[in-house]
């Protein structure tokens, strides 16, 4: 009986670590691998670092339409897709924001200039994704925001905030439910 029971309590273990596990693939879904691998390598951007800014700007919904008229599975402005495609020099379609290769291309390109302009610095770049370049070179003068110049020892807005240490703990999440992107 003794036995039972233990082989019983080892099968619930199991069950629940498998069920823990499997929910977490569900929350955490890596979609496009292909495109991410390739835009991330092409751009030289880290690949989790994209795989979990769509995460937070998307969660891989390449219908996704943001207030602010962004699209698709990396949240794209028109404005900002026609300024990377100008920039790759491919020329954008219409419906062309919402193809998962384009939009993730042309994202991770934004995202790696904004990692040029900021020194490689990931949190200062995906604060200038989410709120603009020009508002994050604003927040390195105002000294009550950042002591050196370099760094934000506060982001002031509170959605951009959130929005950098979202993605900072999506990396890390993705790092470890897919150590092989």
């Known amino acids: 009986m003794k036995l039972i029971r233990s082989i019983v309590s080892t099968l619930l273990v199991i069950v629940v670590i498998i069920a823990a596990v499997y929910g977490a693939y569900r929350l955490f879904p890596l979609r496009y691998l292909y495109e991410v691998r390739q835009s991330a390598d092409e751009m030289g ?7 979990a800014l769509i995460k937070a700007e998307s969660n891989f919904n390449v219908d996704a339409i943001s207030r602010a008229d962004a699209k698709g599975v990396m949240q794209l402005t028109d404005e900002t897709a026609q300024f990377c495609a100008e920039k790759l020099g491919m020329e954008l379609k219409e419906g062309d924001i919402y193809s998962p290769a384009v939009n993730i291309r042309l994202g991770t390109f934004y995202l790696g200039r904004m990692l040029t302009l900021f020194n490689g610095d990931e949190n200062l ?11 994050v070179r604003e927040w390195l003068k105002d000294p009550t925001l950042s002591t050196d110049g370099e760094s934000l020892d ?5 959605e951009t905030r959130r929005h950098v240490e979202k993605i900072a703990t999506y990396k890390k999440i993705y790092k ?3 150590p092989n992107i």
């Open 45 to 51: 951007v880290d690949r989790f670092l994209v795989a």
């Open 125 to 135: 770049a995906v604060a200038a994704y989410n709120a603009g370049e020009g508002r």
């Open 154 to 158: 506060v982001i002031p807005y509170e």
């Open 176 to 178: 470890l439910l897919y």
